[in-house]
């Protein structure tokens, strides 16, 4: 019988057991995917890297919005004072200019016009679908669904630090400052993932919706996946800088 019919026969997960089978799911993060190890290996072009920059700052821009969206779909006062701070992340507040603005330094770094950057001119047909679908689900799930696709931050810090170490020496033109994102991406990840294991652990304890919360995370990694993709396809290997 497939394991996937007849769930009610099945018992739910241990906590410990379910939170280990979405830890598992990053197996299929996109730190794996090939333009992401030629990336974080140096072995990118200029324009390469440009490419990337520009098309990831759709994704970045967007996150707000999803967060947004979890936010006015979640009746929970005190869920929605946690979950708020990740706007602010993005967004900034007073005297801090937010990863938004980190990301488009980052722009400026790799030597992309900032102009061009928020005109969003070089953003692949591809990355566009994919990231707005990723903000559609989030406005039309149930919230803790929602929560539940932001789980790939479980995997984020180490794709951060790969940065951090490798790209100081494999591409010396960027300036240091344009790493400040990943810099700070290392920390907020960490304390946004226990948040969102909690309620992801909380909310989701039948056989089914504990496979439910498998398949969102699944699609919310294809979703980066894909991106890649695009940028793959766009961008495509010519040899190290």
């Excluded at 770094?109 to 994919?130: C, I, M, N, Y």
């Excluded at 591409?171 to 304390?191: C, D, H, K, M, T």
């Amino acid at each position: 019988m497939d394991i996937f019919e007849e769930a009610s026969e099945f018992r739910p997960w241990s906590r410990v057991d379910f939170e280990a089978r979405l830890r598992a799911k990053g197996g299929r993060y996109h730190i794996h995917h090939p333009f992401n190890v030629r990336l974080n290996g140096g072995r990118c072009t200029r324009e390469q890297v440009r490419g990337w920059v520009a098309n990831r700052f759709y994704y970045q821009i967007s996150i707000p919005r999803k967060d947004a969206a979890i936010l006015a779909n979640c009746p929970d006062r005190e869920v929605r004072r946690q979950w708020i701070v990740r706007l602010l992340d993005h967004d900034g507040w007073q005297d801090n200019a937010g990863g938004i603005e980190a990301w488009a330094c980052l722009g400026e770094a790799v030597g992309l016009d900032r102009d061009t950057l928020w005109s969003q001119e070089l953003v692949l047909p591809s990355v566009r679908f994919a990231v707005d679908a990723y903000v559609n689900f989030a406005r039309q799930a149930p919230w803790q669904e929602g929560v539940c696709s932001s789980l790939t931050e479980m995997f984020a810090p180490q794709i951060h630090l790969d940065r951090l170490a490798g790209w100081p020496t494999f591409y010396p033109w960027i300036a240091a400052e344009g790493l400040n994102y990943f810099r700070s991406r290392v920390s907020l990840a960490q304390r946004d993932v226990e948040h969102g294991l909690q309620v992801t652990l909380d909310h989701f304890r039948t056989f089914e919706q504990q496979q439910r919360a498998l398949d969102i995370l699944q699609f919310k990694l294809d979703i980066l996946w894909s991106m890649l993709d695009a940028i793959e396809l766009a961008y495509p290997e010519r040899g190290a800088v």
